[in-house]
T-cell receptor
Framework: AQSVTQLDSQVPVFEEAPVELRCNYS??????LFWYVQYPNQGLQLLLK??????LVKGINGFEAEFNKSQTSFHLRKPSVHISDTAEYFC???????????FGSGTRLLVRP | DVKVTQSSRYLVKRTGEKVFLECVQD?????MFWYRQDPGLGLRLIYF???????EKGDIPEGYSVSREKKERFSLILESASTNQTSMYLC?????????????FGEGSRLTVL
């Protein structure tokens, strides 16, 4: 069964510094990959998705992620974070044959002034 | 914009009570999902539905049931609530079809069972 590992439960970073949130998935079969963000007391909203094509995916709010098939990874990056990026970030994967999304345990990004 | 609306943001119930969590989406999506969110565990799928009156168990269906009588509405039912069902419940919907896995989420229902 597919699984997703987010290696860091919390990432503290100073404002305007770069950040990388790590995500690995278990299976190398064809997959769709997603990053979602959750602000306090809200539902999840989509940051970006990889369906096919270019392995570098750009999303909203200046985030991007790179699909690496050989390493089964889909790390999220931002070159310069803002206080407003403080939130929880979830990586998710779906086998192309299934409607189900499997989520990682989440990474809390804490941006400090 | 797609809107997924969960009827109650916060609920407090007693052990043994029957609990209904309602979810409505307004974009004619075929698929609907109920997830449970707990700290450190991420989101775990309880049930999903790919059509009216159709449902499939997710990873943690025990203690839950669902109902989908209309395309836009998907209800989660706790027949006899227990304290270990205290959690945040998230409803989501998506279109059917290849490349259409993006989920649209409601704002969540935080349930406390005393």
């Amino acid at each position: 069964a597919q699984s997703v590992t987010q290696l860091d439960s919390q990432v503290p970073v100073f404002e305007e510094a770069p950040v990388e949130l790590r995500c690995n998935y278990s299976s190398s079969v064809s997959v769709y990959l997603f990053w979602y963000v959750q602000y306090p007391n809200q539902g999840l909203q989509l940051l970006l998705k990889y369906l096919s094509g270019s392995t570098l995916v750009k999303g909203i709010n200046g985030f991007e992620a790179e699909f690496n098939k050989s390493q089964t990874s889909f790390h999220l990056r931002k070159p310069s974070v803002h206080i407003s990026d403080t939130a929880e970030y979830f990586c998710a994967v779906s086998d192309r044959s299934s409607y189900k999304l499997i989520f990682g345990s989440g990474t809390r990004l804490l941006v400090r002034p | 914009d797609v809107k997924v609306t969960q009827s109650s943001r916060y609920l407090v119930k007693r052990t043994g009570e029957k609990v209904f969590l309602e979810c409505v989406q307004d974009m004619d999506h075929e698929n609907m999902f109920w997830y449970r969110q707990d700290p450190g565990l991420g989101l775990r799928l309880i049930y999903f539905s790919y059509d009216v009156k159709m449902k499939e168990k997710g990873d943690i269906p025990e203690g839950y049931s669902v109902s989908r009588e209309k395309k836009e509405r998907f209800s989660l039912i706790l027949e006899s609530a227990s304290t270990n069902q205290t959690s945040m419940y998230l409803c989501a919907s998506s279109l059917r079809g290849q490349g259409r896995r993006e989920l649209f989420f409601g704002e969540g229902s935080r349930l406390t069972v005393l």
